[in-house]
């Protein structure tokens, strides 16, 4: 069992930064992989980033963050953390933290990022 709690979501202006954290109750040394994910007003959640935690450790992202978010963890924390830089307002979402472990996926209950323009 993994609980996720988020947060770090907040109001920036275009161009800013924000660090999202996401941390876990269990150990998510034992997940396959972790990842952040957002779903904006009427729109279909869609991946943001992942990265794998057992084997490689390597990171995937969407075309639309690429050079811009880094996505980490911090595996004597417990924490999976999402850097966001060069902000869009296209970014703005509510952004959710999932982990994938032994074939099931776990959720956080998202934190809200608002981009202004």
């Known amino acids: 069992q993994v609980q996720l709690v988020e947060s770090g979501g907040g109001l920036v202006q275009a161009g800013g930064s924000l660090r999202l954290s996401c941390a876990a109750s269990?150990?998510?040394?034992?997940?396959?992989?972790m990842g952040w994910y957002r779903q904006a007003p009427g729109q279909q959640r869609e991946l943001v980033a992942i990265i794998i935690i057992t084997g490689s450790g390597s990171t995937n992202y969407a075309d639309s963050v690429k050079g811009r978010f880094t996505i980490s963890r911090d595996n004597a924390k417990n924490t999976l953390y999402l850097q966001m830089n060069s902000l869009k307002p296209d970014d703005t979402a509510v952004y959710y933290c999932?982990?994938?472990?032994?074939?099931?996926?776990?959720w956080g209950q998202g934190t809200q990022v608002t981009v202004s323009s």
């Open positions: 269990g150990s998510i040394f034992s997940a396959n992989y």
């Open positions: 999932t982990a994938v472990k032994g074939g099931i996926s776990y």
